[in-house]
């Protein structure tokens, strides 16, 4: 995944630009980068690896140093970003937010021009420099940007610093946000839009699918308007957004509460305590609880001084030993108790079961497991969630593998999605027992739904339902 900020100001920015991207490192834990701009000096531009340290200690000594009335910044889980192109458009920094899936095609459409790109490491192109490469093939910058919007597969919301400007470009279908803060010495751009609440910013406007701006101190112009059909991520609630972000007006930990709420409602099962797998998982528990009247408890807490986010670094072993050392346990809120945990969601399963072993190893009579979010059938095609995996990784896929005795058909799959099915249920009870749950109940796809509250339509549900 990713997230990014930008700024211009009559002032410095580089304070308002080092916070707002810091408060994104939700978002990504291996690189991240700043690039500025000044009339007097010009561009500036500094990126670091950050999985050793935070976006705050790597970046401490640009924050000193640095100088520009304008900025961008981002934090990735993939491409090294912002990057600095000299073009016919003259010099300008670029960062992007997304997952482009035809890049081979379009690097070897571009390439006929005889550009070349850098490979990096493993072979891939830069999806940022790609984009900037696009970009580059229109004469302006609203051509070229919405040209990008136009070819690519996938989604792509981007930011662009220009020595007039920041251009910020939603994604197509609007799959992830941008946010425009407002305060009298400027203006921001934001994935987050709570990025920029402590920094002094109100909120201006969100971007709507599609949609262009262009950002001055002076103010913010529309130079693409937004489109009418939206698909934003449902899995930002879910899971990937900061418990304080809200989109399209609906607050995250409001919306984890409710979910919480409907898995209650429809819980048979006789339990003592509630617990949420942390962090994302908290609100969920907190929703089952009010529901329910089990006791909510903390029964393990996290230790997050140093431990990176659990899923991180890339290797799955490294993962999994993470996630088991970071997790303390409270034993006396464990021994003897009929346990339900509440967690964002289940990818391999790997890290849920083994949180499971070590809970009944510490004393625990039962152990329901309760998803909040339906069963991941398919893998992500539209955002680079580092989370996200190919789908025969997914505990899911394999599963229905071995029910199917191979690759199943896309019929056969959409009757696996439907929680009223028969072979729905024949899964769950396969994973549970893989597992090793006392019990497993997913979150139903249209309780989901409801949770969130706005237009069905409007909500990408792809990685449960195949929907695109």
Known sequence: MGGFFGAVSKEDCVFDLFFGVDYHSHLGTRRAGLAVYSEDEGFDKAIHNIENAPFRTKFT?????????????????????PILVRSHHGTFAI????????SDEIVDEIIKGKTHFFEMHGGDINQTELIAAIINQKD???DGIR?????????ISILILTPKGIYAAR??????????GQKDSGYC???????????????CKTLGPGEVVVMTTEGVKTLIQPGDKMKICTFLWIYYGYPSSSYEGISVEEMRYKCGQALAKRDTHEVDIVAGVPDSGTAHAIGYSNESGVPYTRPFVKYTPTWPRSFMPTHQSKRNLIAKMKLIPIKGLIKDKRMLMIDDSIVRGTQLRETAEYLFANGAKEVHIRPACPPLLYGCKYLNFSRSTSEMELITRRVIQELEGGEPSAEVLKEYANPDSEKYQQMIDKICETLKFTSLRYHRLDDMLASVGIDEDKLCTYCWDGRE
């Open 61 to 81: 000594k640009e924050s000193n140093d640095m100088h520009g009335t304008m900025g961008i910044g981002c934090i990735s889980d993939f491409e090294a970003q």
């Open 95 to 102: 960062a992007t937010v997304g997952k482009v899936n035809n």
């Open 140 to 142: 302006n910058f609203i």
């Open 147 to 155: 040209y990008a919007q136009e070819i690519v597969d996938g989604s």
């Open 171 to 180: 994604d197509k279908y609007g799959r992830t946000p941008i946010f425009i």
């Open 189 to 203: 751009a934001s994935f987050e839009s709570f990025a920029y609440l402590n920094l002094g910013y109100a909120d």
